[in-house]
């Protein structure tokens, strides 16, 4: 998966679990807080899964825990992104 599509990927994910997002043609920041986008920690806890399954990850329980803006969010799929395509 290449950059572009892996960041379309996480927004669409951000949207469909963030209120604030949703019902908004806003385009989160990397500098945005997740909290401040509405994702508590057991939305975070359902973002984490959902990330795992479109970008075939396993996330750390530690990295999810300690991601507090969609920067953070962004380095757990870089792996992802360093992906051979298949």
Known sequence: MTA???????????RSHSPELR??????????????????SLELLSLAA???????????????????TVADLLRIIEPALRKPAE
Do not use: Q, R, Y
């Open 50 to 68: 959902d990330m795992e399954d479109a970008f075939d990850l396993d996330i750390d329980d530690a990295d999810v825990g300690s991601a507090k």
């Open 23 to 40: 019902e908004s043609e806003l385009e989160p920041e990397p500098h945005d807080e997740l909290t401040v986008l509405g994702i508590d």
């Open 4 to 14: 572009k599509p892996a960041h379309d990927t996480l927004i669409s994910l951000l």
